[in-house]
């Protein structure tokens, strides 16, 4: 098994949709990365974690899963570096490999020495808009894949009779 382990609040800080979105709204930044992180995980099959700084949430631990992701905000004094490095140490063993997604220079050294491998926020944001790419197309695929009706209409009709079937007026 697979697990990448993301430092949250790194990693909104150095994507740039992320970046923009935290400066209005942090909860939408958050949401929004984790939304991310859950297409990650369907498409790769990697179980994600993130992990956030209680520095910014104040108040006792937290953990909870939203859309099948592990998301946890820290302790209060418990840096998501702490957490992550931890994590890393008990995660990894000979049938599951660990990957501490963030920018951050010491930490990537850190979890590295600990024998988990690291991803730079640059890198897992290529791989995410790579992903996001593929299932564009896979999207795209399935509605030209779509059957067509027997008898050819015009699409005023066609619209007519789906209204229709969902049942309005």
């Not at 000979?94 to 997604?101: C, F």
């Amino acid at each position: 098994m697979d697990i990448l382990i993301v430092d949250g609040y790194n990693i909104i800080g150095a994507w740039p949709e992320l970046r923009k979105l935290k400066e209005h709204d942090l909860a939408a930044a958050r949401d929004m990365l984790i939304e991310k992180m859950a297409e990650y995980q369907g498409f790769t099959g990697h179980k994600v974690i993130i992990v956030f700084d209680a520095h910014l949430v104040q108040g006792i631990e937290k953990k909870y899963t939203n859309y099948q992701v592990d998301v946890i905000f820290t302790k209060e004094h418990e840096t998501a570096d702490e957490r992550i490095e931890k994590m890393a140490k008990q995660l990894i063993n000979v049938r599951t490999k660990v990957y501490v997604a963030t920018s951050d220079y010491t930490e990537q050294w850190t979890i590295f020495g600990q024998g988990a491998l690291r991803k730079s926020a640059r890198e897992l944001l290529i791989e995410m808009e790579a992903i996001e790419r593929s299932i564009a197309k896979k999207v795209e695929s399935i509605h030209e894949k779509k059957p067509q009706a027997k008898i050819p209409l015009t699409d005023e009709v066609a619209k007519i009779f789906e209204k229709w079937r969902r049942g309005e007026k």
